[in-house]
């Protein structure tokens, strides 16, 4: 959960000092990362973040076993990273996708962990 949550974050971030987003690119610039504000920088940045946030989305797929979240995510690093290059609406509805489809997954994840919690319980009090 913390690879999403970390990598859609960090996707974030990054998809907004590509997009120009004057307060962020002043705070980096004032902290001494003003290097990091160019593209060559953030593209790669962003297709590592993108990956960590499929990598945490595929290890939970285990936990709940519903992979709908997975490939939601998939379409929506693809869609994120494309439209970098190609249209800027894209990358956004790709990067709000992608969100989605880790919050999405946190909720299974959670409805799993409750359901395991509640059977565990309920299996102890039947042996005692």
């Known amino acids: ?21 004057a307060p962020l690119l002043a705070a980096l610039t004032a902290a001494g990362l003003g290097f990091a504000i160019s593209d060559a920088i953030l593209i790669p940045l962003l297709a590592v973040f993108l990956a960590i946030t499929l990598w945490g989305l595929k290890g939970s797929r285990a936990k709940h076993g519903v992979s709908t979240p ?20 894209i990358h956004v509805i790709g990067l709000l996708t992608l969100v989605g489809a880790s919050v999405w997954d946190i909720v299974l ?20």
């Open 1 to 21: 959960m913390f690879k999403q949550i970390a990598g859609s974050l960090g996707s974030i971030i990054a998809s907004l000092c590509c997009l120009g987003f």
């Open 70 to 89: 997975f490939y939601l995510g998939v379409a929506g690093a693809v869609a994120a990273l494309a439209g970098v290059f190609v249209f800027i609406p």
């Open 109 to 128: 994840v959670r409805k799993n962990r409750v359901a395991c919690e509640t059977t565990s319980l309920s299996s102890r009090r039947t042996r005692t």
